[in-house]
Nanobody, 116 residues
Framework: QVQLVESGGGLVQPGGSLRLSCAAS????????TGWYRQAPGNQRELVARISSGGGITNYADSVKGRFTISRDNARKTVYLQMNSLQAEDTAVYYC?????????WGQGTQVTVSS
């Protein structure tokens, strides 16, 4: 019923920037909070950033505060993650999530690799 498609990942040097996008299908995107999560090999999936349905409330993992910014454009049914001052520890597959009460929806993930 709902599809989430991430894009914008890739290879970037330490200190560089990337902007991830997650585009949603369907008509319910604006009703629910969304979030970005990441998972590195051998690690659990962790919350990176979260944004309320209207965009007024955001939350960030301590490790990315001051460097990452989550935003959303409900008219375009898209959530973004601006990633600045990237470091090697940010290397992971990044996933977006739509927090539907009846059941969360996840995207397929996009790889972010920070390396020189």
């Amino acid at each position: 019923q709902v599809q989430l498609v991430e894009s914008g990942g890739g290879l970037v040097q330490p200190g560089g920037s990337l902007r991830l996008s997650c585009a949603a299908s369907g008509n319910i995107f604006s009703l629910y909070a969304t979030g970005w999560y990441r998972q590195a090999p051998g690690n659990q999936r962790e919350l990176v950033a979260r944004i309320s349905s209207g965009g007024g409330i955001t939350n960030y993992a301590d490790s990315v505060k001051g460097r990452f910014t989550i935003s959303r454009d409900n008219a375009r049914k898209t959530v973004y993650l601006q990633m600045n001052s990237l470091q090697a520890e940010d290397t992971a597959v990044y996933y977006c999530k739509l927090e539907r009460p009846q059941g969360n929806y996840w995207g397929q993930g996009t790889q972010v690799t920070v390396s020189s």
